[in-house]
C-alpha cells in the first residue's frame, strides 16, 4: 500500500524533497479504506508502465478514485500558489467589475 500511496516514486520521507510529506500518510489511508470497503478491488500494478494513453488514463483513474474522500473530494495538506491561485482571480474579477479597469 506504501508503494502505491507514493505513486511509484521512492518509499519514505524526505522534508528536504517533500515538505508536504503528510499526504504519504494520507494517501496510504485513503488506499487502505478504499481495499476495506471493497475488497474485490486491486491495486494496480506499479512496476510497469502503460503502452497506450487508453491504459494509462484507466491507470489514473484507478488511482484518483482510490483517493477520493466519501464526500467526493480529493483532500490532501498542499497550501501553496496552486491553492491559493482561483482566490486571486475571483477577487481581481471581482474588484474589476465593481470598480471597472
Do not use: E, L, M
Given at each position: 500500500i506504501m508503494e502505491m500511496a507514493c505513486g511509484g516514486r521512492e518509499?519514505?520521507?524526505?522534508?528536504?524533497?517533500n515538505p508536504n510529506s503528510c499526504?504519504?500518510?494520507?494517501?496510504?489511508?485513503?488506499?487502505k479504506s478504499y481495499l476495506s470497503i471493497s475488497p474485490n478491488h486491486t491495486l494496480p500494478c506499479t512496476k510497469t508502465k502503460p503502452n497506450t494513453p487508453l491504459e494509462a488514463a484507466k491507470k489514473a483513474i484507478h488511482f484518483y478514485s482510490m483517493l477520493q474522500t466519501e464526500d467526493g473530494h480529493w483532500a490532501g495538506d498542499y497550501g501553496g500558489p496552486h491553492f491559493l491561485m482561483p482566490g486571486v482571480v475571483i477577487a481581481w474579477y471581482a474588484l474589476l467589475y465593481l470598480f471597472g479597469p
Open positions: 518509499v519514505g520521507f524526505n522534508p528536504s524533497k499526504d504519504q500518510i494520507f494517501r496510504a489511508q485513503q488506499i
